[in-house]
Each structure stands twice: as structure tokens, then as C-alpha cells.
């Protein structure tokens, strides 16, 4: 029997994870992960009645002792020790500030707070809009704009510490969350999938043969998708490889890597889709917390670079989410996708079919 939850949605948020900065004069590749998109996103939200009093939750710091459940003391030593500095770099493309310490303890006790509040079922959904990201970060290894992994944390906390076993994450952001896939590469009770843009001619992480090792065989799944992927070849992959991944692996609490820079104005991101494609992950969310045991999703803040379609791209996700239809945007116009890059695309799920359907 198919019961209906409740709609809820709590933003769980703080002014702290606006303080650290990508310390580069020049716009670059760095320089686009600002307080800025977070600012923009939030007083969008606020407009649209999203986020209110009654709708946030203040983020709360987290302990040291929480980081360390996924990741070595030589990163977390590094981290702070580059924070007191106020500059440098910390691991590729990424750099510290006065306050990244500061910035990214808070960060991580909102991701704390999600999942706690959706497992002790004080809310069905959540939602923290922090920065910075997590999902590039390893065990050892910030990278990518990440320091803590913030997602993989708040994982480790509900196993650890709130009685979970089991849970699904879903990281949509247009990168490959290395970070992620490498912390629970061999869990056997952690499945994460990942959509992203993958190049097939330089050959990197996130290949579909990577499946997980050992225990967790079968319990990653790498959606690469090629340059330009449209939101018809997103639909495809989140029906055909994420629906029932999902449902085969009958989680206890659904985690998302909420990353909108597959946006196709976003600066960094190479995806065409629009917000039509982040309702649409928005209801698949909502269709698997009905359809397993998860308690309910939380949402977890990756990328998405362009300040003022960061705004509209979580509106249209939560809408998904909450059961509301999807609203006419400005950005969904008529674009044209080159059948190449339809078929490719095409193509590549058909393979991550082939490798992931047997562990169903
Ligand atoms: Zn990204």
C-alpha cells in the first residue's frame, strides 16, 4: 500500500557559510563559488514565499568528532591549519580564506541538522542552503571548491548516530561527486548515483565500470552523460537507471547532492537542461519516498554558478518535491539539441543499463 506523506519542507541556513571566500581578483573557475548565489537563492525563495519564518531553521555548528567519521584527521588538520593562515591552497581549486573553518563547520552541522530532522521525523524534507559544497571532498583530498563532504557526513551521522542503515544518495550537480563515490566506494548500505557530464574521449573518474568494490559491489552508480545533455536525455536516465535503482535498493532516508549547474546558462557547467528537468527530479524524489521506506529526503547544496538562475532552478526541484505542477520559467525556451549528442547520450544509458540492472 502506497501511503501518502505529508507535504513539509523545512531551509535549514546560516549567515556564517557566507564568509569564506574564493580569494581570486578575476572571474575564473574559482571565483564562482561567492556568497552570492547563496544571497540570490535565498531572497528568491524568501519572494516566492518558500522560505519564512516558520520554513527555516537555523544551521547549527558542527564538532570536530562529526567531520572524522568520513574523513582522516590530516584533512581536517589542514583545513583549519590553512583557515588560520587566510590563504593558499588547500588541494586543487581550493583555496582558503580567513573564515573557511568558520564557513564550512556551520555548513556541515546544516547537514547534520537535515538529515537529523528528517530521521527523528520533525520534518519530511529538508533542505540546507549552505556553502561551501562537499562532494568533491575525499577522505584526504579538499578539491573543487569542497573541504568536508558535507553529504557524506550527514550519511555517516544517521548510521552512526540515529539508528539508519540503509540509504540512497543522489547526486545530480553536473560534476562527478568523486569525493562521495570514494568514501563509500565499498559500503554495501550506502548506494549513491551520480548523473554528470563525462568525457568519454579523455577518460576520467566516474565511468560506468565503476561499480563499487568488494561488499559495496553494485552500490555505485555512474550516470556519465555527455557535453550537452538535454533535459529529454536527463528524463531518460532518472526513469530508466535512477527510478529503479531506488526502489531495488529500498532505502531509509533519500540524500541529494543538489547541484543545478547542469543548467544550461549556468558558467561552469558544459548541460543544457533547464528547470523543467530539476522539477522533474524534484517529483522522482517525491514518487520514491512514497514508494520505499524512506522517512523522507534532505537536500544538500552542490554547485550551480549562475546567481540568478540558482533561485528559480531550487524553486522549481521543491515544487517537484512538494506535488505542485510545473511553472512556466523564463528560461525554459525552445533550444535545439544536435541528434549527435541525443544519441550519444542515448547511448551511455543504454551501457549503465547493461552494467547496473543485474544488481536490481
Ligand atoms: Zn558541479
Redesign the pocket.
Known sequence: MIVMKINNLKFILSEKSLLHYQPFPKPNLESFDSALRVQMAEKHLRRKGMITEETLIQARKAREEDILLVHSPYLLDSVKLMSELGSGEVGDAAYASPDLMRSAIYTVGGALQAVESVVKGKEINTFTLMRP?GHHASTSNPM?LCYFNNIAIAVEFARRHLGVEKVSIIDF???FGNGTAEIFYSNPNVQYISLHEYDYENFGQGHYEEIGHGEGEGTNINIPLVDGAPDESYKAAIDEIVIPSVKSFDPEVIAISA?Y?AHYADP??NMAVDTTTFWYIGKTVRSLVESTKAKGSFWIL??GYNPLMIGPSIEASMDGLLGKPLQVMEDQIERVTPEPIIDANHEAIARVFETVNTYW
Open positions: 559544497p573543487g550537480d553536473d560534476h547541484g549547474d561552469v557547467g552542490e554547485g
